[in-house]
């Protein structure tokens, strides 16, 4: 029973060793004492079993931990882009896919609009190739910091590949977007010192979508989001574009 028990309870180790103690000192104890012949033999022995089922609950409960570790950290490597630290384009659609979802709950669960914003840097491609890849690198994961900063805390800041990012802004008016948006161009707008001797500028064009006004699937409103950066980008760049809906 309690190699069974250091089994079972091998994720609550302090709990599993109080239970087989608590089982085991009643049983030591008369053993100890007890009249019948050999039993005194069996009381000494208690002690050495009981510690051997405790080693092996220890074990048990290391192997578990390390497991739990190494799903964790392969979650994160999955889901995490590995320059800039952001989640990557598996959460973000993951996470757009529960957005999504929710807008169907009733009002009191749900529901709640949000705003997608699709962006990337003007000028990133110069930088590059001015500077190289490890500038480019360098200046990419102050963007993000930037990014996160110009953001409000319940915001999430996606880099979904190369100098695009994506923004979900939970539970947000089409005015509070705009002013998050202008105020990311803002940001980014500052020069950027890299050590290379000069100052680094760029820009950033940034389009939007609405849920649900723009739609309730997250392909659809990334669509709608890169439709209008590309119309940002089409009318100068450093701008910011909300999706244009269609007249009924």
């Not at 050999?38 to 080693?55: D, E, H, K, N």
């Not at 074990?59 to 390390?66: K, L």
């Not at 009002?107 to 890849?133: E, I, Q, T, Y």
């Amino acid at each position: 029973m309690s190699q069974a028990s250091s089994s079972r309870n091998a994720a609550t180790p302090r709990y599993a060793i109080f239970v087989m103690l608590a089982v085991s000192l009643p049983f030591l104890v008369g053993a100890l004492f007890s009249p019948a012949p050999g039993m005194s033999i069996v009381g000494f022995q208690v002690p050495f079993y009981v510690a051997g089922v405790i080693i092996v609950l220890l074990q048990n409960h290391a192997i578990n931990a390390r497991m739990i570790r190494a799903e964790l950290d392969n979650r994160d490597l999955a889901i995490k882009d590995a320059l800039t630290g952001l989640p990557n384009r598996i959460f973000l659609q993951e996470k757009l896919r529960g957005m999504c979802s929710e807008l169907a709950a009733p009002a009191a669960n749900g529901g709640r609009p949000f705003a997608v914003l699709s962006m990337d840097l003007d000028g990133f491609k110069h930088v590059n190739d001015r500077f190289g890849h490890a500038v480019g690198d360098m200046l990419l994961r102050k963007v993000a910091e930037r990014l996160r900063r110009a953001f409000r805390s319940g915001d999430m800041v996606f880099r979904i590949g190369g100098d695009e990012f994506v923004i979900l802004l939970p539970d947000t008016s089409e005015i509070e977007a705009t002013m998050l948006a202008k105020r990311a161009i803002e940001k980014i707008s500052v020069p950027f010192d890299l050590g290379v001797g000069t100052a680094i500028r760029i820009g950033l064009s940034i389009g939007s979508a609405f849920a649900p006004a723009d739609g309730g699937e997250p392909e659809l409103l990334l669509t709608c989001s890169d439709h209008a950066l590309y119309e940002a980008k089409r009318t100068g760049k450093g701008r910011y574009r909300a999706h244009v809906r269609a007249a009924n």
